[in-house]
Antibody, heavy 118, light 107 residues
Framework: QLQLQESGSGLVKPSQTLSLTCAVSGGSISSGGYSWSWIRQPPGKGLEWIGY???????YYNPSLKSRVTISVDRSKNQFSLKLSSVTAADTAVYYC??????????WGQGTLVTVSS | AIQLTQSPSSLSASVGDRVTITCRASQGISSALAWYQQKPGKAPKLLIY???SLESGVPSRFSGSGSGTDFTLTISSLQPEDFATYYCQQFNSYPHFFGQGTRLEIK
């Protein structure tokens, strides 16, 4: 059974860079045909698609976040990562990682709350 | 970018009711639509993909239909565990935006 687990700093200061990692177990992140995604949800609001990285290494980002987002893969550790720079209070959210199959998100991590505050 | 509009935004219903939630895309997306269920404090769960295919393990009272721009999620007979928020998501073209969600509450 595939499992995904987010980890990283739960508190980030404004203007700094948010960094999260998603550890994948029960399967290889190098398996072909999958994308590895990040989604976020501000408190009390809906889901916002952040972007994903394909097994090939190609990345696709939400245009509204593109200038600040980087998603990367570390195959040696079977994990992928999210970096979001120049954060503000508006970036406070629960951040989820997920596996995609042709875009369909079939496995999700439990989510991790990141608060942006000084 | 393709925008998704769900209706209604919230809905009150009773156990045993038949419920339908609609998702409309701003342009045609063929059948590239998924539905997710989210309960408070939990990650979303995939219910339906390719507009009408039921994910393994999801009860058969859930069904999806539609293609092009108009899609529906139907719950044939509401159960207590179905009260949650439901989201649609398109994966026809990048970016893979979600709808704004429909909150299903107990009447």
């Amino acid at each position: 059974q595939l499992q995904l687990q987010e980890s990283g700093s739960g508190l980030v200061k404004p203007s700094q860079t948010l960094s999260l990692t998603c550890a994948v177990s029960g399967g290889s992140i190098s398996s072909g045909g999958y994308s590895w995604s990040w989604i976020r949800q501000p408190p009390g609001k809906g889901l916002e698609w952040i972007g994903y990285i394909y097994h090939s290494g190609s990345t696709y980002y939400n245009p509204s976040l593109k200038s600040r987002v980087t998603i990367s893969v570390d195959r040696s550790k079977n994990q992928f990562s999210l970096k979001l720079s120049s954060v503000t209070a508006a970036d406070t959210a629960v951040y989820y990682c997920a596996r995609g199959v042709q875009g369909v998100l079939d496995y999700w991590g439990q989510g991790t709350l990141v608060t942006v505050s000084s | 970018a393709i925008q998704l509009t769900q209706s209604p935004s919230s809905l009150s219903a009773s156990v045993g009711d038949r419920v339908t939630i609609t998702c409309r895309a701003s342009q045609g997306i063929s059948s590239a639509l998924a539905w997710y269920q989210q309960k408070p404090g939990k990650a979303p769960k995939l219910l339906i993909y390719d507009a009408s295919s039921l994910e393994s393990g999801v009860p058969s009272r859930f069904s999806g239909s539609g293609s092009g721009t108009d899609f529906t999620l139907t719950i044939s007979s509401l159960q207590p565990e179905d009260f949650a928020t439901y989201y649609c998501q398109q994966f026809n073209s990048y970016p893979h935006f979600f709808g704004q969600g429909t909150r299903l509450e107990i009447k």
